[in-house]
């Protein structure tokens, strides 16, 4: 099973601040299949990312994705006062398998 | 747009089976667009991948869970269904249903999550 490794585990930054989220592979992961979520308390993760750099439908281009192999990496160019949530990137590997990062909480500073 | 919308019981017992249902709107289960899966989130805590089914009725599941699940679709209604035995308080936790994007096999669509205690 391939683990997924966010960091880091908090980010305390200011609205209009630029945010790098980091995902970390234990083994290499096919870039086709590397996604981002965002959650906000009380609701569903919604996809924001998915193919390590296609933004979902109607996410803003200040969201990024990038990376290949066992780095990847989410951007959030500059932080509007709803991007704070929590973040999870996911895999999916043969057999098959769908695996999480344990999330980055992304909060106001 | 496809909407998903759990439906099950919010407490059940130690040892006994957790039952969840997901209705499809928007879409249609039989048209093969997606999987359909479970994911569940114990409280404050991360995400994990429970299974999926196709229209076909072919499954698969989380090894780590695999002797406990079973995952099931009734295409005349627009529903897939999870059963989870022998459940305990490790299984406490929201239950998202989600549909899968086959070509990508990234989660496009969710329910908003049903609380599911297992408690005496």
């Known amino acids: 099973e391939i683990v997924l490794t966010q960091s880091p585990g908090t980010l305390s930054l200011s609205p209009g601040e630029r945010a790098t989220l980091s995902c970390r592979a234990s083994?290499?992961?096919?870039?086709?299949?590397l996604a981002w979520y965002q959650q906000k308390p009380g609701q569903a993760p919604r996809l924001l990312i998915y193919?390590?750099?296609s933004r979902a439908t109607g996410i803003p281009d200040r969201f990024s994705g990038s990376g290949s192999g066992t780095d990847f990496t989410l951007t959030i160019s500059r932080l509007e006062p709803e991007d704070f949530a929590v973040y999870y990137c996911?895999?999916?590997?043969?057999?098959?398998?769908?695996?999480f990062g344990q999330g980055t909480k992304l909060e106001i500073k | 747009q496809v909407q998903l919308q759990e439906s099950g019981p919010g407490l059940v017992k130690p040892s006994q089976t957790l039952s969840l249902t997901c209705t499809v709107s928007?879409?249609?289960?039989?048209?093969?667009?997606?999987?359909w899966s479970w994911i569940r989130q114990p409280p404050g805590k991360g995400l994990e991948w429970i299974g999926y089914?196709?229209?076909?009725?072919?499954?698969y599941y989380n090894p780590s869970l695999k002797s406990r699940v079973t995952i099931s679709v009734d295409t005349s209604k627009n529903q897939f269904s999870l059963k989870l035995s022998s459940v305990t308080a490790a299984d406490t936790a929201v239950y998202y249903c989600?549909?899968?994007?086959?070509?990508?096999?990234?989660?496009?669509?969710w329910g908003q999550g049903t609380l599911v205690t297992v408690s005496s």
């Open positions: 989600a549909g899968v994007n086959p070509y990508s096999n990234q989660f496009d669509y």
């Open positions: 928007g879409g249609s289960i039989s048209s093969g667009d997606y999987y």
């Open positions: 089914i196709y229209y076909s009725g072919s499954t």
């Open positions: 083994q290499s992961v096919s870039s086709s299949y």
């Open positions: 193919g390590a750099s």
């Open positions: 996911q895999q999916y590997g043969s057999s098959p398998q769908y695996t």
